[in-house]
């Protein structure tokens, strides 16, 4: 595996070990999310920028969109909940509760 494989790979598992383990506030996982797209964004940037052909290179800024629009998404919940329950740790989110 060369480095640039690995810094790759372990950007993204970094990423998922603190979406798995730190499970105290909204923000963190958001923010765990949110690294974990960007380390798959620069890894499909360089894949299709080795395979130089034209239908390869629609795929980062798709990916691009789709991390823009989660993050939108991610903090608009984030706003919704601070509103609502006073705070944005994950213990106090009920999803059963109306």
């Known amino acids: 595996m060369s480095p640039i494989h690995f810094t790759f790979s372990s950007t993204f598992l970094l990423g998922l070990m603190g979406l798995a383990l730190n499970r105290s506030h909204l923000l963190s996982a958001l923010i765990c999310l949110e690294g974990m797209m960007l380390s798959l964004f620069i890894a499909i940037s360089l894949w299709s920028m080795t395979m130089t052909s034209p239908t390869c290179s629609i795929m980062p800024m798709i990916l ?25 740790t994950l213990k106090n989110l009920n999803l059963l509760q109306c």
Do not use: M, Y
Request: charged share 10%; with cysteine.
């Open 64 to 88: 691009l969109t789709f991390s823009a629009c989660e993050a939108s998404s991610g903090l608009a919940l984030l706003v919704a909940t601070a509103r609502t329950h006073g705070s944005d």
